[in-house]
């Protein structure tokens, strides 16, 4: 069965830098979108980012020009670059991902199981 692992969440002060990392392992034939969701308790998931197999990304209008998603195909990792941060980014980031395996006739979606960044000064 296909995993997802996310690291590199932490404490970061405000108007700092962190760089998310996911990466997917298991019998995989194709991973299509790919996506980074953050929530905070009390409130609903909410899509950060995202990025199809070609490389077109997507942002919430909260983060664009702050946050960079990217991925390395052959490493079936996904990258959610966050700089400037502000208090109001501090959640639990998941990683999404839609897959094919070898076993599948279609995608299916995956998640992590989230890693959490806190925004404190």
């Known amino acids: 069965q296909v995993q997802l692992v996310e690291s590199g969440g932490g404490l970061v002060q405000p108007g700092g830098s962190l760089r998310l990392s996911c990466v997917a392992s298991g019998s995989i034939f194709r991973i299509n979108d790919m996506r980074w969701y953050r929530q905070t308790p009390g409130k609903e998931r909410e899509l950060v980012a995202a990025?199809?197999?070609?490389?077109?990304?997507n942002y919430t209008d909260s983060v664009k020009g702050r946050f960079t998603i990217s991925r390395d195909n052959a490493k079936n990792t996904v990258y959610l670059q966050m700089s400037s941060l502000k208090l109001e980014d501090a959640a639990v980031y998941f990683c999404?991902?839609?897959?094919?395996?070898?076993?599948?006739?279609?995608?299916?979606?995956?998640w992590g199981k989230g890693t959490l960044v806190t925004v404190s000064s």
């Open positions: 990025i199809t197999s070609g490389g077109t990304t």
């Open positions: 999404n991902a839609d897959i094919l395996t070898f076993i599948g006739v279609y995608g299916m979606d995956y």
